[in-house]
């Protein structure tokens, strides 16, 4: 049983800030990548940014220099710090966990989504 759960999202306006988070709880035995992704209205689901265990990160090209991703092992969270917002930066986002386990390999989780809204 793996859940996560996030938060942070809502509205701002353009060149504005949010921090939305993202907490796992559950049988975690060793978490590898985690991330986000988004999906705006009518798109497909997008790589927003990842982070490994090593601290090592990609990042989209729309959002590098804007957002910065970041993970603390201890509370198994993983957060998204967005600045400069756009309104094409709109969309839902989805957290992201890759779980590895001895007897199964890896395993993929997914948040439940939060909105985030940039709009004058």
């Known amino acids: 049983q793996v859940q996560l759960v996030e938060s942070g999202g809502g509205l701002v306006q353009p060149g504005g800030s949010l921090k939305l988070s993202c907490a796992a709880s559950?049988?975690?035995?060793?978490?590898?990548?985690m991330g986000w992704y988004r999906q705006a209205p009518g798109n497909q689901r997008e790589l927003v940014t990842t982070?490994?265990?090593?601290?090592?990160?990609v990042y989209a090209d729309s959002v590098k220099g804007r957002f910065t991703i970041s993970r603390d092992n201890a509370k198994n969270t993983v957060y998204l710090q967005m600045n400069s917002l756009k309104p094409e930066d709109t969309a839902v986002y989805y957290c992201?966990?890759?779980?590895?386990?001895?007897?199964?390999?890896?395993?993929?989780?997914w948040g439940q989504g939060t909105q985030v809204t940039v709009s004058s």
């Open positions: 992201y966990i890759r779980v590895f386990r001895p007897l199964t390999g890896w395993n993929d989780y």
């Open positions: 559950g049988r975690l035995f060793n978490i590898g990548v």
């Open positions: 982070i490994t265990s090593g601290v090592n990160t």
